[in-house]
């Protein structure tokens, strides 16, 4: 199979990233119902501006890196486990550690439907990003496509969890990931021609958002 993206492979993606895939992404903000709680994001340019400081500078540019890495070490067992220890290591608070360790295990039991060798080299639990690059990877539906889907998906989930929360309405929201679309697509080309030496965040606001969500007395979400 060649690593070329093609429309069986395209479907793939599409359906491994979809709200509908029973990864559990629905359940977590990753920080950002706190932030509307504490009045950082109130309307769609302040949520534009979070997400793409995510993309670009925080924790969306450390998983499109762990994608790759796993994209591309997904014959090699010991690189896939150093690459989800690496994952996990550099969760900022105990609710990102669960949302990526939980929503990886979850993506591994469906997609097993996909049947691979890569499940055993994986084994039930990885970190999200590692999990859906090393499928993505055994499956060869190309490298930028896979870490431009995994990053639409991501930024689809914040915008529904802020659509949730009342900062802004369904169509807000569509021009928000329109409006995100060419920096999905810079992040993607970089990130797959990088490696993990560019590992590395400066969204402290999102961070501290994260450790303050874990007391937050009312909330939807689990992060």
Not at 24 to 36: D, I, P, R, T, W
Not at 48 to 76: F, K, P, Q, V
Not at 150 to 167: D, E, F, K, W
Not at 195 to 208: H, K, R
Request: net charge negative; charged share 20%; hydrophobic share 45%.
């Amino acid at each position: 199979m060649a690593d070329q993206p093609d429309t069986l492979a395209l479907l793939r993606l599409v359906t491994w990233l979809s709200p509908a895939f029973p990864a559990g992404s629905f359940a977590y903000s990753g920080g950002l119902e706190q932030a509307v709680h504490d009045g950082l994001v109130t309307n769609a340019e302040e949520l534009r501006l979070w997400l793409e400081t995510l993309l670009t500078r925080g924790g969306m540019w450390n998983d499109a890196l762990l994608l790759a890495e796993s994209y591309e070490g997904r014959d090699d067992p010991r690189r896939l486990k150093a690459a989800s220890e690496l994952a996990e290591a550099m969760a900022g608070s105990s609710e990102r550690h669960m949302e990526t360790v939980l929503q990886g295990e979850a993506f591994l039991a469906a997609a097993r439907n996909w049947s691979s060798v890569v499940f055993d080299l994986l084994g039930p639990v990885a970190a999200y990003p590692v999990a859906v690059g090393a499928v993505a990877g055994a499956h060869r539906t190309g490298l930028r496509p896979s870490i431009a889907a995994y990053l639409g998906a991501a930024t689809s989930n914040a915008v529904s969890a802020a659509i949730r929360c009342g900062v802004i309405g369904q169509r807000d929201g569509v021009g928000v990931l329109a409006g995100l679309e060419n920096t999905i697509a810079a992040v993607a080309d970089r990130a797959a021609q990088a490696s993990l030496d560019e590992l590395g965040s400066a969204t402290i606001m999102a961070d501290i958002s994260s450790l303050r969500h874990e007391t937050l007395h009312t909330r939807l979400f689990r992060s």
